[in-house]
C-alpha cells in the first residue's frame, strides 16, 4: 500500500485541516464538505486523516464492523456475542462519482434467493466505511440516486438493500467527507444540509507560501516513505492531541449563555430547521476540547459558526456562500450575558496554533508535506461574480440594430419557468428534465440483462422459468430458476440534457429593460436547468461574430456570472451565432453521446450584417433541424409592431417558440411546452 501524505505536512489550508480535526474529534459534528479550486490538497488532505484517527474495536470476521461492546443485534454476519473483539486502523472509504447503486449499497444474489430461499449478501461500500471515513471526491457530480441513497444511510444510520421482498439491513454510520469544485455544479440543498461543517480553499498567492509547497511536495514525490518518516514525530504528537481531546470531550460545558449565542446567530442568519444549531453546539464543544479546556467560550462560538453556516444559509445556486463576519460579530455581542464579559471575553480558543489549534507550519522538516494533492489536482480560478452592474432602469436606449458597446444591466426577478423537454425516450444522464430509459422510476416492460442483473423484473422471471419446471426435475416448493430465466426490468425515468443558451447580445437587444428582462428569462432558465440536473453551455452574438461564453458545464452559478457581466451592442451576427452552436453541439456528442440537447435561443429574430444576413440565419437554422436537435426560440421582440422573425426562425429549426410571457410557469398559455425535433406547421 502506498504511503499517505502526512497531515502535519500539508502546508496553510488552516480551515480545511480544522474542519477535518474536528470530526476526529467528534464524528457527531457531521462530516465536512471542501469546496475549492483545482490543486488545493483537498483530496491529499481527507486520505491523511484517516492514519491520525484511532484504532477502531471490531468482532473479529464481522464483515460489518460490529462493535464487539455493544454488538448490532440485527448484523447479517451475527448474531454475535459481546467480547473483547480486535483492532484495526480506522478506514477511509472512496465512492468513485460512477459508482452503481450496488456497489454502494451492497447486492443480494437474486438467483440463490429464489431457488435456495437464502439471503447471500455481498456488503457494499456503506458497509465498508461503517465507523469510519466515506469519502466522496467530486461530490457534486454524484448521481442523484446515489445521493438519496447517501441521504438515508446519514439520516438513519443504516443501510437498506431490498429486492422483491427479500431485505437486508445493516448498520452505516460514518464520517461524511466531500470534496468538490464549485466550477463544475452545486449540490442539492438536501445533501449540503447532511454536511455537518463546510470550508473554503484556495491556492495561497503569497510566493513562499507556493515555493514551499511545490518543494515538500517534489521530496514526497521523490522518497515518500523516507519523507513521511521525518514527520513521524508531528504526526504522533497531533495524534495524542486527539486522543485526549476525545477523552476531554464529555466533560466539557456548554453553558445556557453560550447556547443562546448560537440561537441567536442561526436565528440572526435565517437558516432553515434546527440542525444549524445542533451542529454548532457540537462544534463549539469539540474547539473547546481540542483547545484543551472544559467549558465553550464566546470564540469558539464564532469559529462555530463560520463552519456550520455559510452553506446552510443559500437560497438559490447564485448565492455566494459565505457570512458577513461584521454581523456575526454583533449577533454574538447582543446574544452574550453580560456576566460573562468579564472574564471570558479574552479567553484565546487555541494557544497552539492558528485557527483553533491546528499545529504551526514552521518547526517540522524543512522538506516536509504540501499543499498539493495528487496528479489529478490543477489550477484554474473560478469565474467569478461581476462586482460591477449598471442600474436596470437607467441610461437611454440605443438605436435598434447598431450602436457601440453598452455596459452590462442587472437581470431582472427569475421567475419558475415552463418545462422544455426534449422529445422522445433517451438513455442519458438521470436527471429531471426529459424522458429516458433509466435505473429508477416506473417498469414498463423486461428483457434479458446484458451485464450485471441489476433489478429484477419478478413476473418475467417467473413466466420464462415456469415451462421448463418439469423438465429440470422440480420436486419441492422451490422454483428452479436458472441464469437464463432471469430478467432485468426495464423502467422510464427522466435524464438531464445538455441546453445550450444562443443568448443575442447585439445593439437590438440593448435597450435597458429590454435586456434586463431577456437576463431574468435565462437567469430563470438557468435555474429550472440546476433543478432538473443539466449541463448548461452559453454562446452570445453580437458585432461580427459568436462566441462560446461558457462552455458546457454542470455549473449554473458559472453561466449566471458570466451572463450577468455580458455587455451588449453592435450589429446581429444571427447566423454566426447559430453555427457556433452547432460545432459546440457537435462536440459535446462526441465527448458524451447519450447526453441529449436542447437549443433554447434567445432573440428577437433580426440578422444584420453581411450579404444576406437573414438567408444565412434560415440555413443555419435548417442545419439545426436537419441532425434532429430539439430546439426551442425563446421570442424577445416587443412593441405593437411585431415581425415575427422569431417564429420564422423557430420554424427553420424544425422546434417552437415562445414568448417572454408564455415563458412563465403560470402564465394562461398553457402548462408545459414540449419542443418537437421535427418541423412544426407554420
Request: glycine share 12%; hydrophobic share 40%; charged share 25%.
Amino acid at each position: 500500500m502506498s504511503t499517505p501524505y502526512p497531515f502535519t505536512a500539508i502546508v496553510g489550508q488552516d480551515d480545511l485541516r480544522l474542519g477535518l480535526l474536528l470530526n476526529a474529534v467528534s464524528p457527531a459534528v457531521g462530516g465536512v464538505l471542501v469546496r475549492g479550486e483545482k490543486g488545493t490538497a483537498k483530496s491529499t488532505a481527507v486520505r491523511a486523516l484517516a492514519a491520525l484517527m484511532p484504532e477502531v474495536p471490531v468482532v473479529a470476521g464481522c464483515r460489518f464492523s460490529c462493535d464487539p461492546g455493544t454488538p448490532d443485534p440485527a448484523c447479517p454476519d451475527g448474531p454475535h456475542e459481546a467480547g473483547t473483539g480486535v483492532s484495526r486502523p480506522a478506514r477511509t472509504v472512496e465512492l468513485p462519482v460512477g459508482a452503481s447503486e450496488d456497489r454502494l449499497v451492497g447486492a443480494l444474489d437474486i438467483e440463490r434467493a429464489l431457488s435456495e430461499g437464502v439471503k447471500a449478501f455481498e456488503p457494499g461500500l456503506l458497509a465498508d466505511a461503517h465507523r469510519g471515513i466515506l469519502y466522496v471526491d467530486e461530490v457534486n457530480l454524484l448521481h442523484d440516486h446515489l445521493v438519496d441513497l447517501l441521504l438515508d444511510a446519514a439520516a438513519m444510520g443504516a443501510s437498506y438493500v431490498e429486492r422483491e421482498g427479500v431485505s437486508v439491513r445493516h448498520a452505516a454510520r460514518f464520517l461524511l467527507v466531500g470534496t468538490m469544485n464549485p466550477e463544475e455544479g452545486e449540490l442539492r440543498p438536501q445533501l449540503l444540509d447532511r454536511f455537518g461543517l463546510t470550508v473554503e480553499v484556495a491556492a495561497s498567492r503569497e510566493t513562499d507560501l507556493r515555493v514551499e509547497v511545490v518543494r515538500r511536495r517534489l521530496a514526497y514525490d521523490d522518497d515518500p516513505a523516507g519523507f513521511a518518516a521525518r514527520w513521524a514525530d508531528e504526526e504522533a504528537a497531533l495524534r495524542e492531541r486527539i486522543t485526549a481531546a476525545r477523552a476531554l470531550l464529555p466533560r466539557v460545558v456548554l453553558g445556557d449563555g453560550v447556547l443562546r449565542q448560537i440561537a441567536a446567530t442561526c436565528a440572526a442568519f435565517e437558516v432553515d430547521g434546527m440542525r444549524a444549531d445542533i451542529v454548532m453546539a457540537r462544534t463549539a464543544t469539540a474547539l473547546a476540547a481540542w483547545a484543551g479546556r472544559e467549558e465553550v467560550v464566546a470564540d469558539d462560538v464564532r469559529q462555530a459558526a463560520l463552519l456550520a453556516l455559510p452553506h446552510r444559509r443559500r437560497r438559490n445556486p447564485f448565492d455566494a456562500p459565505g457570512l458577513d463576519e461584521d454581523k456575526l460579530d454583533q449577533t454574538l455581542d447582543d446574544a452574550a450575558d453580560p456576566a460573562d464579559d468579564q472574564d471570558g471575553g479574552d479567553d484565546d480558543p487555541d494557544p497552539g496554533g492558528p485557527g483553533g489549534g491546528v499545529p504551526p507550519q514552521g518547526d517540522g522538516p524543512d522538506d516536509g508535506g504540501g499543499d498539493t494533492g495528487g496528479p489529478d489536482d490543477g489550477g484554474a480560478d473560478a469565474p467569478g461574480r461581476s462586482s460591477t452592474r449598471e442600474d436596470a432602469g437607467s441610461g437611454d436606449a440605443p438605436a435598434p440594430g447598431g450602436g457601440g458597446e453598452q455596459q452590462p444591466v442587472r437581470a431582472g426577478e427569475p421567475f419558475r419557468t415552463k418545462m422544455l423537454s426534449v422529445p422522445g425516450l433517451g438513455e442519458g444522464a438521470a436527471g429531471r428534465r426529459s424522458r429516458a430509459r433509466t435505473e429508477h422510476g416506473r417498469t414498463t416492460g423486461s428483457r434479458r440483462p446484458e451485464g450485471a442483473l441489476t433489478k429484477l423484473h419478478l413476473a418475467a422471471t417467473v413466466q420464462a422459468a415456469a415451462p421448463h419446471q418439469r423438465a429440470r426435475g422440480r420436486s419441492g416448493r422451490g422454483l428452479v430458476v436458472r441464469r437464463d430465466d432471469l430478467r432485468q426490468a426495464t423502467r422510464e425515468g427522466r435524464e438531464g440534457n445538455l441546453v445550450l443558451f444562443v443568448v443575442d447580445a447585439s445593439g437590438s437587444m440593448a435597450a435597458r429593460q429590454r435586456m434586463s428582462a431577456v437576463k431574468g428569462a435565462v437567469m430563470s432558465l438557468l435555474l429550472d436547468a440546476y433543478q432538473r440536473r443539466d449541463k448548461v453551455g452559453l454562446v452570445t452574438f453580437r458585432g461580427k461574430d459568436a462566441e462560446v461564453v461558457l462552455p458546457p458545464t454542470s455549473s449554473v452559478d458559472a453561466a449566471a456570472a458570466r451572463l450577468e457581466s455580458l455587455p451588449t451592442g453592435g450589429r446581429t451576427p444571427l447566423a454566426a451565432g447559430l453555427l457556433k452552436a452547432h460545432d459546440v453541439l457537435r462536440v459535446e456528442r462526441l465527448r458524451d453521446p447519450s447526453r441529449r440537447a436542447l437549443l433554447v435561443v434567445v432573440t428577437d429574430g433580426r440578422a444584420t450584417g453581411g450579404v444576406d444576413p437573414v438567408a444565412l440565419a434560415a440555413r443555419a437554422g435548417r442545419l439545426h433541424a436537419s441532425e434532429g436537435t430539439a430546439a426551442v426560440v425563446v421570442d424577445c421582440e416587443s412593441g405593437f409592431v411585431r415581425l415575427g422573425l422569431a417564429a420564422q426562425l423557430a420554424r427553420d429549426l424544425g422546434g417552437g417558440a415562445v414568448t417572454l410571457d408564455e415563458l412563465r410557469a403560470d402564465s394562461i398559455a398553457g402548462l408545459v411546452k414540449d419542443i418537437t425535433a421535427a418541423g412544426r406547421a407554420a
